[in-house]
Nanobody, 114 residues
Framework: QVQLVESGGGAVHPGGSLRLSCAAS????????MGWYRQAPGKQRELVAV???????NYGDSVKGRFTISRDYVKNMIYLQMNNLKPEDTAVYYC????????WGQGTQVTVSS
């Protein structure tokens, strides 16, 4: 059973940066395309960034140019570097395969406010 643990969230001012981490245990995530998702209060969970097995990436329009997804095959982890954060980025952030197939982790809260 794969377990996903997200970390690195916090409270920042607009324009700030955060780096999220996702650690996977129980199985290798290397064969899988992976994604970062987020869910804001009262909204559906949305996919914001994807990294495929070969390393190619895609981003949602709202985060393109500000967020960067990466992965470490050895450490079995993925990351999300978030720059120039905006209040609308406030959400709980999760990692999972794309499309999602593992049990969801607890997520990590990101709050952007002045």
């Amino acid at each position: 059973q794969v377990q996903l643990v997200e970390s690195g969230g916090g409270a920042v001012h607009p324009g700030g940066s955060l780096r999220l981490s996702c650690a996977a245990s129980g199985s290798s995530i290397s064969p899988h395309g992976m994604g970062w998702y987020r869910q804001a209060p009262g909204k559906q969970r949305e996919l914001v960034a994807v990294i495929r097995w070969g390393g190619s990436t895609n981003y949602g329009d709202s985060v393109k140019g500000r967020f960067t997804i990466s992965r470490d095959y050895v450490k079995n982890m993925i990351y999300l570097q978030m720059n120039n954060l905006k209040p609308e980025d406030t959400a709980v952030y999760y990692c999972n395969t794309n499309p999602s197939s593992f049990p969801w982790g607890q997520g990590t809260q990101v709050t952007v406010s002045s």
